[in-house]
């Protein structure tokens, strides 16, 4: 419903900030990484989720969209609710959320306070495709309509390499050589395979 609040800054602490938006002042809730962005100017733009329970309306503040869609995907684990997400999101950056349930470091999403194996190993389970899915979208959307990749995938499942991983070795190598010809793009593919 509020995607996000843009205002004058009235009262910054390291768990909540007070936005005045045209006189009306929004109490919201931030992680110690949105704290840490927040410049110590008039002027700020938070994007926000609304947090509707049955006896509470909450609202929550992130320096980026990228912190907000973590947020969100952490809230729809059982047994991990909005004091919890803002607590990992404090205690661990979003590039390692991210990295940590793509990777399956059980250890990672345990070393947040609040947060047992049980926990971990739900977070992992139920949110692994969701995040891998996000970065196949960013990877692909750097390689799309590449034939050469097409073309390189095609010869090294003709040699007999396995596909998603002759994939995967060739979408590390177009992101960083987006311009690679179909024959560099083999021989760099079978020094990683």
């Known amino acids: 419903m509020i995607t996000h609040i843009?205002?004058?800054?009235?009262?910054k602490n390291p768990t909540d900030v007070v936005?005045?938006?045209?006189?009306?002042?929004?109490?919201?809730?931030?992680?110690?990484?949105?704290?840490s962005q927040i410049p110590d100017k008039e002027k700020l733009r938070l994007y926000t989720y609304l947090l509707v329970r049955e006896?509470?309306?909450?609202?929550?503040?992130?320096?980026?969209?990228?912190e907000r869609e973590i947020f969100k995907l952490l809230i729809s684990v059982s047994g991990i609710g909005?004091?919890?997400a803002r607590t990992m999101l404090s205690s661990l950056s979003t590039d390692?959320?991210?990295?940590g349930i793509a990777s399956g470091d059980v250890a990672l999403i345990q070393s947040v306070k609040g947060i047992g194996i049980k926990t971990a190993q739900r977070v992992i389970i139920d949110l692994k495709?969701?995040?891998?899915?996000?970065?196949?979208?960013?990877e692909l959307s750097l390689a799309l309509n590449n034939t050469d990749k097409e073309e390189a995938l095609s010869a090294l499942d003709v040699l007999g390499f396995?596909?998603?991983?002759?994939?995967k070795v060739v979408d590390k190598i177009l992101k960083a050589q987006p311009d690679a010809?179909?024959?560099?793009?083999?021989?760099?593919?079978?020094?990683?395979?």
Do not use: P, R, W
Not at 6 to 11: D, I, N, P, Q, S
Not at 55 to 66: C, N, P, R, V
Not at 129 to 138: A, E, I, S, W
């Open 19 to 35: 936005i005045d938006c045209n006189g009306v002042g929004y109490f919201i809730n931030i992680s110690l990484h949105t704290y």
């Open 129 to 138: 495709d969701k995040v891998l899915k996000v970065f196949d979208m960013d």
């Open 55 to 66: 006896d509470s309306q909450s609202l929550y503040g992130f320096a980026s969209k990228a």
């Open 96 to 99: 390692q959320v991210k990295e």
């Open 181 to 193: 010809q179909v024959e560099q793009i083999i021989k760099e593919a079978l020094k990683n395979l």
């Open 6 to 11: 843009e205002g004058k800054l009235v009262e």
């Open 162 to 167: 396995n596909k998603k991983q002759s994939e």
């Open 82 to 84: 909005a004091n919890t």
